[in-house]
T-cell receptor, first 107, second 114 residues
Framework: SQQGEEDPQALSIQEGENATMNCSYKTSINNLQWYRQNSGRGLVHLILIRSNEREKHSGRLRVTLDTSKKSSSLLITASRAADTASYFC???????FGTGTRLTIIP | NAGVTQTPKFQVLKTGQSMTLQCAQDMNHNSMYWYRQDPGMGLRLIYYSASEGTTDKGEVPNGYNVSRLNKREFSLRLESAAPSQTSVYFCASCDWGPNTDTQYFGPGTRLTVL
């Protein structure tokens, strides 16, 4: 069974708005990563957050981790059309992935 | 520095045929992985290798075998292909450590089994 589950499955927002995606996982982790995948393309690593970190920033990305709730969130601020993609979370060294959130940015 | 390379990019097999998917990385990473991604789905781990000489099963290992030939190369073999193995296969590598924040993926191999 998959370790991570993203929520929502699909999200559509206007360009310029913020997008928030959530990820829940089942067992204890050492780290959690977020990836982006454009349609028909490979995966691009976005950010890794370790179990002893609560928040991490990278450009327009902000990731939080709540180990007590076994959940993480990815916030993309000031969204752009180029952010349209599927976003996945993956946990630990085995990189077990969830099913993804399909984000559509409406120009 | 090519990163993670996979061959072939595309392959069509008939049911029962065998083939090996090749993966190589030039970043001196210890860990390597094979995933499959079915349409509209996330990635599922088939096998992984934490270091040269070791391999372990992931979520969906049935129907596959792997070989960690050396530190650079990690191959995935389908001994008798089935239509259910039609998928896109991704190889990845990384090195886990206190300063590691990135994993690298290959471009994928699109496999169709007829």
């Amino acid at each position: 069974s998959q370790q991570g589950e993203e929520d929502p499955q699909a999200l559509s927002i206007q360009e310029g708005e913020n997008a928030t995606m959530n990820c829940s996982y089942k067992t204890s982790i050492n780290n959690l990563q977020w990836y982006r995948q454009n349609s028909g393309r490979g995966l691009v690593h976005l950010i890794l957050i370790r179990s002893n970190e609560r928040e991490k920033h990278s450009g327009r990305l902000r990731v939080t981790l709540d180990t007590s709730k076994k959940s993480s969130s990815l916030l993309i601020t000031a969204s752009r059309a180029a952010d349209t993609a599927s976003y996945f979370c993956a946990s630990d060294e085995k990189l077990t992935f969830g099913t993804g959130t399909r984000l559509t940015i409406i120009p | 520095n090519a990163g993670v390379t996979q061959t072939p990019k595309f392959q069509v097999l008939k049911t029962g045929q065998s083939m090996t998917l090749q993966c190589a990385q030039d970043m001196n990473h210890n860990s390597m992985y094979w995933y499959r991604q079915d349409p509209g789905m996330g990635l599922r781990l088939i096998y992984y290798s934490a270091s040269e000489g070791t391999t372990d099963k992931g979520e969906v290992p049935n129907g596959y075998n792997v070989s960690r030939l050396n530190k650079r190369e990690f191959s995935l073999r389908l001994e008798s292909a089935a239509p259910s193995q039609t998928s896109v296969y991704f190889c990845a590598s990384c090195d886990w450590g206190p300063n590691t924040d990135t994993q690298y993926f290959g471009p994928g191999t699109r496999l169709t089994v007829l």
